[in-house]
């Protein structure tokens, strides 16, 4: 079994900076892909941004440029820092992990999300 806890969500202004974090845990043998996800109410859930083990990163269009994402390997961690955070950033945000587990099966797992609100 793998768990990924996340934790950083929260309410702040326009302008405001918010940093996400999510741990996965369990019976792991390495982290391959991790990102972050997110969905407002009444959309489909979208990427956010990813990044590799070898720290390779990818992100949204809409998020270049204010959004960072990095992450820890031996903490099996991946952070999500935004800045000038807009209204429209306004999502439940989920983390999600390409797993190797200890008897080498390959899980996706996604974290239980954690509210962003971001007032205008």
């Known amino acids: 079994q793998v768990q990924l806890v996340e934790s950083g969500g929260g309410l702040v202004q326009a302008g405001g900076s918010l940093r996400l974090s999510c741990a996965a845990s369990g019976s792991i043998f390495s982290v391959n892909d991790m990102g972050w996800y997110r969905q407002a109410p009444g959309k489909q859930r979208e990427l956010v941004a990813t990044i590799t083990s070898s720290g390779s990163t990818n992100y949204a269009d809409s998020v270049k440029g204010r959004f960072t994402i990095s992450r820890d390997n031996a903490e099996h961690t991946v952070y999500l820092q935004m800045n000038s955070l807009k209204a429209e950033d306004t999502a439940v945000y989920y983390c999600?992990?390409?797993?190797?587990?200890?008897?080498?099966?390959?899980?996706?797992?996604w974290g239980q999300g954690t509210q962003v609100t971001v007032s205008s």
């Open positions: 999600n992990a390409h797993v190797v587990t200890m008897i080498s099966r390959i899980i996706i797992s």
